[in-house]
Structures are given as structure tokens and as C-alpha cells.
């Protein structure tokens, strides 16, 4: 196996190298690990770019005697700790038990290891021994005994590059961790700018894309969920970057708590960029030889734009995050019935529903909300994970036996992380909510929390749920989670650590999934919060798929799943046609572009389809031949946001098979004007020297003309006409 990881003769610089990037840092004199490079590969020793000015008002260490610029103010830092005279934001906070507040690391040793390292009740990227190595750097406070492992997994290949800290208490005393970065990036030169995804319940992951000020600039969630306002995941380019040139970097967070990314762009124009744990809300003690591990970050870079970016984190987030039997495997086209029929459901009208869906060539059907204990509305029932049979008259395993013999598999809904006051579960276990003792807790959909940090609360969910999956033929759930948290407190931890409960409410959450993605391992998990609100690398690690939104307008759905694309891979994305007008925004589109915008993921339905026409029920068929035909090709092939829906007037994007011989195009025309040319797109990912054949037609281009001249789309007839074109290469 080649090496990766490697280090100068005096041990003192590291390098890795990933195919197209190269990562470099340095220990120095005093033991500061020093942060050189990450960027194209150069084949140098980095630390000529090291600049050391005398800048007023940054101060010196101690060691650095009369020198006046030697400054950890200025310097790029591996991991910088707080209260040491480095003023920028910092990676790691400490309170010691004399109350002092400093951490200042230098570097201890080194070692290099085959394979990539794994986090203990953690999500994490995973690899064979072959496919990776891990580099572990010790740092140790020079005055206490906290010490610092700097984990670094290696997948070469897929430049990707992950990152980690475990901090170790061997001293003698407790220490108090206040902030625990997982990735700090200091980038000495060059103007960058930073792209986030911001947005709301029903409208998630909308691009932004900034200069970067002087200054602190920050994304983050402080909800306990990676949430709908903000993503787990950041992207710094130069100003010249677009989607085919020019360097940027991505950062996602394997996490799906609440976060903080912050870039500094600092008194010299150096930037910083930390990303972790959301620091407001992280205050965990570290009692002598206790260990605390960060989540992990994944990290890639690449001098060829935005797209080659996305398509690296699409095979790693796809290969190597996302596990299990369904992982690779073609996702079955499911009807859910929530749209079709919100609580208002018994046995026969979700029979009527999942007849016509098999009719029509639907592979599951997923019976939502509403299925369980009092659960007629939005204010009851939640915990009580028992059927109701007023219902589903004959229990739920004469329900799934009727499914199966249309031929379809059965999917059920779960929001196990909460309760509603009126249950079962709340009047029997009143303090197995979150809240805190003398206020009231906050409510929201009427709903509060179960505490995660509780184990027994989480055997019971285990048990509940077991149950459930195991009386009937289940192969599908979809774990809902329908609110922010607050309120943290939990009588499992003492007064002085109750700031660990945020992390251990998702240690506990991992821990359940974890344990019920073993116990079902043919199960299909999908994520849920309110769409897209807990869509991150964290959940994608037991669920391959989420649902990406709960607005179903494919209008609005173009641009979500735009953001989304970034660092989601195409199978990750839980996507439904519905009926119209839209139930979230009252627009009609045409059921063909529903179709196309809701294949660029994993397929379904979201309507009773005995109300469509006949027409539009053979529109169906078609659809679901189509997506059966092509469904291979738009997971496994690569992904190219051909346009930008925020600013163009079209939505295409398209998919291009491994060896380039075949591409669909997809999208939408967003609007009509009499007597307009037919725009056109250029391709991009086809061989220039193909010829290629669109389908239905005698039309045949080579690639090079399709990538350079383009191609035409089909003229816009009202608003929003789909576009769909499929193109194999001819020999
Ligand atoms: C959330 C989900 C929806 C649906 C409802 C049910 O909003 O995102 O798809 O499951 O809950 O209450």
C-alpha cells in the first residue's frame, strides 16, 4: 500500500498526501505545531510561506526571549488553545481546577497507523485497512496534564482527509472542557470566500456564498438538532472558483448536534476556520484518566471547482459513511400516506391508497403519523408506540399482510425521540421529559423530548420499537424528529455536568439507532426532521436516505436540492411527487416536472393517486418505468448542476454513467414568454470524442459538441416544463 502519511528526517514536518491535495504541518524549536499548507501538491517543504512580523499588540511566548515576532497571534496554528496570547477564535477552551483558563499545547510525538481510526458511539468514516491510514499527533499542555490527540484519517484516493481531537486528562485534577473544536484550518494567504447553507422548516439548505469580513463570521445551530437554519457543513473558495476552476475547500461535520462553524478573517487577513461542537451548549469534565473524543470533520480540496468538490464528498458520504444493506442497493419507489391523508386514515383507506400504488408499479408503502396510540392530531399520543386499532381495525399485521399481497412492502413512521403530555408514556413516566424543575418547558408542535441521556429511556424506545419491527413484515422506517430542544436538563447528571447533556442526548441517540440498525439490519432506515432539518453526514452514517424536505413544491424543491447537492450524495435525498396545488406553497406544476425534480433522489409518492386522472396515472407508470430504467445511472453516475436555479431560469442538472456512455438530463423551465428561442446547456462529464444519441429522436452529437456548443432544451410551454433527456453513446 502506498504512504500517505509521512514525515522529514528530523520527524518535525508532516505531510499528507492525497491524490490531488497536499496537507503540511511542522513542529518547531518550541513545539508549536505549526499549520504549513493545504492545496495542490507542491513537493516543497511549505514553511518558506511562514511569515513572523512584528505586529503590536501580539504578544510573545515566554521561551521566545527578545525576539518580538514570534507571536502565537500571527502564527497559523495546528490547534490553537485559548488564553495564550493567540487572540483569534480558538479550538479548544479549558478551565483548570485552580479556575485558570489556558491551554497552550506543543507537541509531544507522533505515530503512524494502518487503517482509519473509528470514535467510540460515534458516526464516523469508515475504511478497509488497505484504504487508509491514520495519523495521530500528541500535543500536551506545557503546564497541566491535559494532552491532546490530533487524529488525522487518511483516505487518499477520495482526497479526503478526516479530523479529530481526543483530549486525555492525565493529570491529577479535574479539568473542565468549555470548547472542543474538531477541525481548526488556519489559511495564512489568499482572499477566500465562504459558501453556507442557511434556511428554515420547509425551505433548507439555500446557498450563500460571502466575502469573508475582517472579523468573525459564523454558521451554526444551537437547537440540539444540525437543523433546518443552518448545515453542518461550510465551503471556503477563491474568488474565482466556480463549479469547473479554481480552488476551494469543503468541511462536513459527522455530526447532528448542534454546531458552530466560525471563520475568522483576522488583523492580518489570515483565515481561521473551527468547526465542532457548538461551544455554547459543551461544558464536560474531564475527572483524571478520562478521555473526551470529538466528533469527526471530513475534509477535501480541490483545484477543479465546486463540482469535482461535490462529487468527492458524494463517494465518500456514499461509500464510506453511509453503510448497510441498502447503502449501494437501488432504493424501493415508496407511497407515503401523510399528504394523502394526514391523520384522517383507517385500514381501508390506506388499502384504497396502497391498491392503486400497486397498480401503478410502487414498490412500498409507508404508513405515517397517526398509526399509533392516541394519535389523531398533532397533540396526543406521541410514546405510545402500540397500534390503535380503532384505526387500524385487525392490528397492524393484518394491515402489512393485505400490503404484501399487492405485492408491496410495508413501511412504517416513528418520532421515537419524543412525547406529547397526553399519553400513555408521559402519565407513567412524567420524568422521562426533558425539563427543567420549577420552569415550564417549552413546547413545540405541542410535543416535548424524551431524555436520550437516559438509558432507560432508550430500552424502552429499544424494546417499543423491536416490537413493532419484529410483529409484522417491516422493511422501512422513517425516524422523525419534529422539534429544536431546550430546556437541558437531566436528574441522570449531576449539577456540574449537566452541560454534557446536549452530547450525550446524541451519544444516547446514536447509541439507539445504532442498536436497532443491528437488531433490523434488512430494514431501510430513513431520516426525518420536518424534512430536512437533521439532514447531515451524523444520521446518513444508520440511515442512507432523509427526507430532504417537507416541502414537496418541485419549484422550491429545485433550489433546495441544489444546496443540498454540494456534500449530499443523489441517493441520500428523500424526494416525492405530491399533488397540487402544493399543500406548502399552493403553486402548480406540471406532474411531469414533479417527477423529474423528485427523481434526483430516492423516488416516491406523496399523494393517494386514485385521485389523479387517467392520463396523469399513465403519467405515473411511465414515471416509474423511467425511474426503475434510470434509477442506477442517477445513484451511481456523477452528478452536474449543469445550471443555478437561485440565478438562472432553469433548474437542469444531469447524471453521467462511470465510463461516460450514457447521460440523463433533467430539470425544469421556470417560466414562459411568447416567442422565446429555446435555451440551451451545455454538458459536461462526456467524452469529447463520443458520439451520442438522444433518446427518441434520429439526433446524434459528439460530446465535444454537446459540452462546448451545448444542447437544446425542449421549448417551455407554461410554467415550469420539464426537461428530460436521455442520451447513450453510439458506435
Ligand atoms: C414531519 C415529517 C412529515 C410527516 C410529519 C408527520 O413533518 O417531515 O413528512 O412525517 O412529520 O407528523
Known amino acids: 500500500m502506498a504512504i500517505h502519511v509521512t514525515t522529514n528526517d528530523q520527524k518535525t514536518t508532516f505531510c499528507i498526501e492525497t491524490k490531488n491535495a497536499l496537507y503540511q504541518m511542522q513542529a518547531d524549536g518550541y513545539g508549536v505545531l505549526k499549520h504549513l499548507w493545504y492545496g495542490a501538491k507542491t513537493d516543497c517543504d511549505m514553511s518558506y510561506l511562514l511569515d513572523y512580523p512584528d505586529v503590536g499588540f501580539s504578544g510573545n511566548i515566554y521561551e521566545a526571549e527578545n525576539q518580538r515576532t514570534y507571536s502565537l497571534d500571527t502564527l497559523p496554528l495546528e490547534y490553537a488553545g485559548a488564553g495564550i496570547g493567540d487572540y483569534r477564535i480558538s479550538a479548544i477552551d479549558v478551565v483548570h481546577a485552580d479556575g485558570s483558563k489556558a491551554l497552550d499545547l506543543r507537541y509531544k510525538n507522533y505515530e503512524i497507523r ?73 489559511i495564512p494567504h489568499g482572499d477566500w470566500e465562504w459558501v453556507h447553507f442557511y434556511g428554515r422548516h420547509t425551505m433548507e439548505r439555500q446557498i450563500e456564498r460571502l466575502p469573508l469580513l475582517h472579523g468573525i463570521q459564523e454558521s451554526s445551530s444551537v437547537r440540539g438538532t444540525s437543523s433546518h437554519q443552518q448545515n453542518p457543513t461550510v465551503l471556503l473558495c477563491k474568488p474565482d472558483c466556480t463549479e469547473t476552476m479554481g480552488e476551494c475547500i469543503g468541511a462536513a461535520f459527522v455530526y447532528s448536534g448542534s454546531f458552530q462553524t466560525q471563520i475568522e478573517c483576522d488583523q492580518l487577513g489570515q483565515i481561521r476556520l473551527v468547526m465542532g ?20 470533520v471530513m475534509l477535501s480540496y480541490s483545484n477543479t471547482g465546486l463540482e469535482t468538490l461535490s462529487h468527492q464528498f458524494h463517494k465518500i458520504i456514499r461509500e464510506h ?20 391523508t394526514y391523520f384522517d386514515f383507517n385500514t381501508e383507506k390506506i388499502l384504497h391508497i396502497a391498491q392503486e400504488a400497486s397498480r401503478l408499479g410502487v414498490d412500498m408503502l409507508v404508513l405515517d403519523d397517526g398509526w399509533f396510540g392516541k394519535r389523531d392530531g398533532d397533540v396526543s399520543g406521541l410514546g405510545d408506540w402500540f397500534v390503535n386499532e380503532d384505526k387500524l381495525v385487525g392490528g397492524l ?126 430494514v431501510l432506515f430513513e431520516g426525518c426532521s420536518g424534512g430536512g432539518g437533521r439532514f447531515d453526514a451524523g444520521m446518513l452514517y444508520y440511515c442512507p436516505q432523509i427526507w430532504c424536505s417537507d416541502d414537496t413544491d418541485a419549484y422550491e424543491r429545485t433550489k433546495i436540492q441544489y444546496g443540498t447537492s454540494f456534500f449530499y450524495p443523489i441517493s441520500t435525498v428523500g424526494s416525492h411527487v405530491s399533488i397540487v396545488p402544493n399543500h406548502q406553497t399552493g403553486r402548480i406544476t406540471p406532474i411531469e416536472s414533479r417527477a423529474v425534480t423528485a427523481m434526483a433522489g430516492s423516488f416516491g409518492y406523496e399523494l393517494d393517486l386514485n385521485v389523479l386522472t387517467h392520463g396523469e396515472k399513465e403519467e405515473v407508470k411511465k414515471q416509474i418505468a423511467q425511474f426503475k430504467a434510470y434509477g442506477s445511472l442517477i445513484h451511481n453516475g456523477k452528478y452536474y448542476r449543469l445550471t443555478n436555479p437561485m440565478t438562472d431560469k432553469e433548474a437542469i442538472w444531469s447524471f453521467v454513467s462511470k465510463d461516460a456512455s450514457e447521460v440523463l438530463v433533467q430539470g425544469m423551465l421556470f417560466h414562459t414568454e411568447p416567442n422565446m428561442v429555446r435555451h440551451m446547456v451545455c454538458l459536461r462529464g462526456l467524452s469529447p470524442k463520443k458520439k451520442y444519441q438522444l433518446s427518441g429522436t434520429e439526433m446524434v452529437y459528439t460530446g465535444a459538441a454537446l459540452m462546448n456548443g451545448g444542447i437544446l432544451l425542449p421549448k417551455a410551454w407554461g410554467d415550469y416544463t420539464p426537461v428530460s433527456m436521455y442520451l447513450t453513446e453510439i458506435v
Open 321 to 340: 459513511v453511509c453503510r448497510g444493506k441498502y447503502q449501494l442497493a437501488e432504493r424501493p419507489i415508496l407511497i407515503n400516506n401523510w399528504e394523502a
Open 277 to 296: 461542537i457548538h461551544p455554547e451548549l459543551f461544558r464536560w469534565t474531564l475527572y483524571p484518566g478520562e478521555v473526551f473524543t470529538t466528533p469527526e
Open 114 to 186: 494502518k487503517g482509519k481510526y473509528a470514535i467510540t458511539g460515534l458516526p464516523a468514516v469508515y475504511a478497509t485497512e488497505d484504504e487508509a491510514e491514520t495519523l495521530r499527533i500528541v500535543l500536551k499542555d506545557t503546564a497541566t496534564g491535559i494532552e491532546v490527540i490530533l487524529l488525522y484519517g487518511v483516505l487518499a484516493d477520495l482526497d479526503l482527509i478526516t479530523r479529530c481531537a481526543e483530549i486525555r486528562n492525565i493529570g491529577e485534577t479535574p479539568a473542565i472542557l468549555t470548547k472542543a473544536a474538531s477541525l481548526c484550518l488556519d
Open 397 to 522: 399485521g393484518n394491515l402489512v399482510e393485505k400490503i404484501k399481497a399487492m405485492g408491496l412492502q410495508f413501511g412504517i413512521w416513528f418520532e421515537p425521540e419524543m412525547v406529547s403530555e397526553d399519553s400513555n408514556l408521559y402519565r407513567s413516566h412524567p420524568d422521562w421529559a426533558i425539563r427543567i424543575p420549577g420552569r415550564n418547558p417549552n413546547r413545540s408542535r405541542f410535543q416535548l423530548l424524551l431524555d436520550m441521556t437516559n438509558p432507560d429511556v432508550i430500552d424502552y424506545l429499544y424494546q417499543v420499537m423491536s416490537d413493532i419491527l419484529s410483529s409484522a413484515d417491516i422493511s422501512y422506517v422513517k425516524w422523525d424528529m419534529n422539534r429544536s430542544i431546550c430546556d437541558w436538563y437531566t436528574a441522570t447528571l449531576s449539577p456540574e455536568r449537566q452541560g454534557e447533556m446536549p452530547h450525550r442526548y446524541m451519544l444516547g441517540l446514536y447509541d439507539l439507532l445504532d442498536r436497532l440498525t443491528n437488531a433490523f439490519p434488512d
